[in-house]
């Protein structure tokens, strides 16, 4: 007799036309847009921070990470606060979503490895890809996400980045 499938608790948003599942244990609040604090010379994935309830925290966009159209804020436009390891230690962070959806079970049989080609984003950043509804959505790995110093950048950003050293 096999073990049964353990579903991940994830609370689901939207990046750009993409469905994105995030783990619900990780999410601290969701806010409404705050005012955001440019950050001069930080790379674009990470480039403000906000005021959350007196703390200072980054707020990274995750549509750097996967080469997606930036489109301005709307109604729709929230702030997701997580818990994220960074080197071994909890660290709060905030991630821009175009959407956030709602908490939903995911099947862990529902759950495959990415492919490694024939995705636009990048295999490393993506921990699987879950099926629900006829539908894919994508599960980032955060901890890689947040962890690789060198690709925080659009492409565009990092030659940037390249020419001015």
Do not use: C, Y
């Not at 608790?9 to 847009?33: G, H, K, M």
């Not at 990470?46 to 966009?61: F, S």
């Not at 821009?96 to 490895?113: F, G, M, P, Q, R």
């Not at 921990?127 to 901890?143: A, L, T, V």
């Amino acid at each position: 007799m096999s073990a049964p499938a353990i579903s991940m608790n994830a609370l689901t948003i939207r990046l750009d036309d993409e469905l994105f599942a995030v783990e619900a244990s990780q999410v601290r609040e969701i806010l409404d847009l705050v005012p955001i604090t440019e950050v001069p010379n930080a790379p674009a994935f990470v480039g403000g921070l906000i005021n959350v309830r007196g703390r200072v925290v980054p707020l990274a966009d995750l549509r750097v990470m996967f080469g997606m159209e930036r489109p301005e804020p709307d109604e729709e436009t929230r702030i997701v606060v997580m818990e994220v390891n960074i080197g071994g230690e909890p660290t709060i962070a905030g991630i821009l979503a175009d959407k956030v959806h709602d908490v939903t079970d995911i099947e862990a049989a529902s759950i495959e490895e990415a492919p490694k080609v024939g995705m636009r984003w990048k295999p490393e950043f993506v921990k699987g890809i879950g099926k629900r509804n006829g539908g894919f959505i994508i599960i980032p790995d955060m901890e890689k996400i947040f962890e690789t110093p060198g690709d925080r950048t659009s492409p565009a950003a990092a030659s940037e980045e390249r020419s001015a050293l």
